[in-house]
Structures are given as C-alpha cells and as structure tokens.
T-cell receptor
Framework: EPEVTQTPSHQVTQMGQEVILRCVPI?????FYWYRQILGQKVEFLVS????????KSEIFDDQFSVERPDGSNFTLKIRSTKLEDSAMYFC?????????????FGEGSWLTVV | QKEVEQDPGPLSVPEGAIVSLNCTYS??????FMWYRQYSRKGPELLMY????GNKEDGRFTAQVDKSSKYISLFIRDSQPSDSATYLC???????????FGTGTRLQVTL
C-alpha cells in the first residue's frame, strides 16, 4: 500500500538553529499538508500546499515556518530559529484531491526535540 | 467553547466488549467526519469517514453522526487488545483543506 514517508524520524537541535523536515507524499497525490502534535496535545493543522503554493495556513504557521516542493517528489517544512516550544511530532500528509471527499494519509512523523 | 471536544480517557475495557467513543463539536459548518487511530509515537491512520448525518459500518467499526446534536460516535464491537490505541475524531467543513482534530481518547483493551 502506498505510504507517506518522512525523514528524519527523530531530530535533536539546538535552540536557534534551522531545521528541515522532509516528506515524500504518495506519488499521485496533489495536496500536501503539515500537522504537528505537541506531546500530550491534539494534532494541529499547520499548512496545506497545492500547485506549488500554500492554499491554507493556520495562525501557528508564521514567518518562522516555510514549505517547499523542491523537486517534484519531496515536500519540506523548514523551521527557522527553533524555539523550545517547537518541540513536537511533525506529520506530513497528502491527499489525491482537495478535502471534501478525499482521504488524507499521514506519515509516521518526525519527532523534533529542541534543546 | 472548544471547537471539538473529546474525552481523553483513558478508557479501559475487557476483550470482547463494545466500545463507544464520542466527540462533540460547536461549528455547524463541519460536514465531513473522520475517525483516526493512532498508536504511540506513530502517525494517525484513517479508520472511518462519514459525510453528513447517518451511520456507516465497516467490519467491527460503526461510525455515527448526529449533526442536529453536533455529536459523533465510533463503536467498536468485539474489541481486541490490538485495538488499544488513541482514537482521534477529525472534522472538516468541505470548503477548507484542514482537518480539526479532537484531543483523542486513549483506549486500553485488556485480556
């Protein structure tokens, strides 16, 4: 069964450093997403991406964050100047169409620890 | 009032029991209702997806939506130890791409 793959599975970074989390969405999917889950809290939407541009973003997704589809298969989340509160599990997801009838498939997550 | 509310549990049941998991929501714009299962430190896995009000059955799982009460349920019949996980409800309006999740209910099925 096709799946969303994410790397790294776990990253530890110093506060203030930049981090890039990588994702390979399911190959025929056109919509891509990042969600995050702080330990013990709910899964929260960050951003959705379609046709090489952001289609929707939450208030969490401020100038510290950016997304990119650099090469037609990868989808990345960049976090600049990481803060302790950025420590969370970050999930990449993808769907074939715009939600409203299309299943969103999640990856296994990248656990980010900021120290 | 929170947009989506879900009892965090934990909910402990014996093997074979019928489990009822629930979410309430406040935004009447939600049209699509999903249940995801999440094992510890893993990604959410879609279990059930329902559009608007009504019931949907898939094997041991039944999803129920009551839009008039803004209440959704997931029933698990003949629960198994392998069902032990956190169950997340997720809602979508159909006009925006994001899913709004509940906090999740942790379920433990004991032998």
């Amino acid at each position: 069964e096709p799946e969303v793959t994410q790397t790294p599975s776990h990253q530890v970074t110093q506060m203030g450093q930049e981090v890039i989390l990588r994702c390979v969405p399911i190959s025929n999917h056109l919509y891509f997403y990042w969600y995050r889950q702080i330990l013990g809290q709910k899964v929260e939407f960050l951003v959705s991406f379609y046709n090489n541009e952001i289609s929707e973003k939450s208030e969490i997704f401020d100038d510290q964050f950016s997304v990119e589809r650099p090469d037609g298969s990868n989808f990345t989340l960049k976090i600049r100047s990481t803060k302790l509160e950025d420590s969370a599990m970050y999930f990449c997801a993808s769907s074939e169409g715009a939600f409203g009838g299309n299943t969103i498939y999640f990856g296994e997550g990248s656990w980010l620890t900021v120290v | 009032q929170k947009e989506v509310e879900q009892d965090p549990g934990p909910l402990s049941v014996p093997e074979g029991a019928i489990v009822s998991l629930n979410c309430t929501y406040s935004n009447s714009a939600f049209q699509y209702f999903m249940w995801y299962r999440q094992y510890s430190r893993k990604g959410p896995e879609l279990l059930m997806y329902t559009y608007s009000s009504g019931n949907k059955e898939d094997g041991r799982f039944t999803a129920q939506v009551d839009k008039s009460s803004k209440y959704i349920s997931l029933f698990i019949r003949d629960s198994q130890p392998s069902d032990s996980a956190t169950y997340l409800c997720a809602l979508n309006t159909g006009t925006a791409s994001k899913l709004t999740f509940g906090t999740g209910t942790r379920l433990q099925v004991t032998l």
